[in-house]
Structures are given as structure tokens and as C-alpha cells.
């Protein structure tokens, strides 16, 4: 799987958006970008997922490039409660029992 | 919305003892995964678990952990003889099946305590 680059932290007012990105300069055709979050120690939550598609959720938008090298998620309109660790995983698609590889992720604080 | 539950939330246990620990993944799920996160660093693969057989393991996962599905609901993770770097959150997750079904979801993890 392609490795991904997240800023360690970053900060967001409340109500904002919050626009998170992640660099995946090596992803090859077949690679889903993922996302996930994880709530102070909680299990990591799912967010959304694409391949080469802009994507929406209730939860937030996912915007990827169009060579797909970089990514971006947002949180349209940031509360207290999205203050947790940002996780983006590339993986292959049909990777079968492949685990999903986390990194250090981007540490979001949203700010009243 | 369906989710994967964990027992117990936490567990204290000597070194030495063996613990179990307890997974419901969602119902119509067919791969299963075991997780953990040391405090203050990454989520780890431990081992994930398709058809009534591992499928896939880590250099963690060594003869000290073993998994089961007991039954068509439970899916456990037992230590053997737990060591105090056994101490962890250990989460399960589960999938679907393939293609776009292939995103897995967490449950909330047991916080295990080796003393």
C-alpha cells in the first residue's frame, strides 16, 4: 500500500470548516484512499472512502486530485466533538484480509 | 445502526494469567480482525480471520494469542500468559466482504491492564 503524509496537528474554530490533507504521491490506480478517526482511545471510526470520485457523506467530504496524489477531507462545519486524531490509509482494492496500516495521523483540535 | 461490541471495557489481570477478550462483530460480516494500540502509539495489526481460519498475522501474534469463533456470533482473542507489554487497547474490527464492501469497522476497544 501507498505510504501517506499528514501534518501532525492542526487547529479548527468551532463552526468552521476543517480541511484535512494527506499526500499519497505513490498511490497506483487500484488504491482506495480511507479515512478514519479515533476519538481519544475509542475504536478508530470510519469516515469515507473514494477512489478517484470526490465523495460526501453526513459525515464529510472527501476531495482527491485529479492525479490523485493528494486528498483532502472536511468537515463542513467543525464541533468540539470532531477533536480526535486523523487517520488517511491507502489500500488496495481487493486486498482481501490485508489490515489497514495507520499512521500517526493529524491531530485535530477544534477550538470554541 | 449495527456496530461491534466488545467485553468486557476493561480488564486488570497479574502477568502470567490468561485473559480473553470478546468481540460481537456485526451480524452479516465474514472477516474478522483483532487491532490493539499500545498507550501514546499506533494502531497495530494483530491477526484477521476469514472462514473459520486465520488468515493473515502479524509478527505480534506470536504463540501466546490465539483466536476463535466459538460460535456464529462471538469472536475472541485469548492472551496465554500475559506479560506486562501485553498492555494495550485491543480492538476488534470487522467487514463485509469485497469491493467497495471492504471498509471495516472498529468496536471501542478493551482496555487491558497487565500488572
Known amino acids: 500500500d501507498a505510504k501517506t503524509t499528514q501534518p501532525t496537528s492542526m487547529d479548527c474554530a468551532e463552526g468552521r470548516a476543517a480541511n484535512l490533507p494527506c499526500n499519497h504521491s505513490?498511490?497506483?490506480?487500484?488504491?482506495?484512499v480511507y479515512w478514519y478517526r479515533q476519538i481519544h482511545s475509542q475504536g478508530p471510526q470510519y469516515i469515507i472512502h473514494?477512489?478517484?470520485n470526490n465523495e460526501t457523506n453526513e459525515m464529510a467530504s472527501l476531495i482527491i486530485t485529479e492525479d490523485r496524489k493528494s486528498s483532502t477531507l472536511i468537515l463542513p462545519h467543525a464541533t468540539l466533538r470532531d477533536t480526535a486524531v486523523y487517520y488517511c490509509?491507502?489500500?488496495?482494492?481487493?486486498?482481501?484480509?490485508?489490515?489497514?496500516?495507520f499512521g500517526k495521523g493529524t491531530r485535530l483540535s477544534v477550538i470554541a | 445502526e449495527p456496530e461491534v461490541t466488545q467485553t468486557p471495557s476493561h480488564q486488570v489481570t497479574q502477568m502470567g494469567q490468561e485473559v480473553i477478550l470478546r468481540c460481537v462483530p456485526i451480524?452479516?460480516?465474514?472477516?474478522f480482525y483483532w487491532y490493539r494500540q499500545i498507550l501514546g502509539q499506533k494502531v497495530e495489526f494483530l491477526v484477521s480471520?476469514?472462514?473459520?481460519?486465520?488468515?493473515?498475522k502479524s509478527e505480534i501474534f506470536d504463540d501466546q494469542f490465539s483466536v476463535e469463533r466459538p460460535d456464529g456470533s462471538n469472536f475472541t482473542l485469548k492472551i496465554r500468559s500475559t506479560k506486562l507489554e501485553d498492555s494495550a487497547m485491543y480492538f476488534c474490527?470487522?467487514?463485509?466482504?469485497?469491493?467497495?464492501?471492504?471498509?471495516?469497522?472498529f468496536g471501542p476497544g478493551t482496555r487491558l491492564l497487565v500488572l
Open positions: 474490527a470487522s467487514r463485509l466482504a469485497g469491493g467497495y464492501q471492504e471498509t471495516q469497522y
Open positions: 505513490t498511490i497506483s490506480g487500484n488504491e482506495y
Open positions: 473514494g477512489l478517484k
Open positions: 490509509i491507502v489500500r488496495v482494492a481487493g486486498s482481501g484480509n490485508t489490515p489497514l496500516v
Open positions: 451480524s452479516n460480516h465474514l472477516y
Open positions: 480471520f476469514y472462514n473459520n481460519e486465520i488468515s493473515e
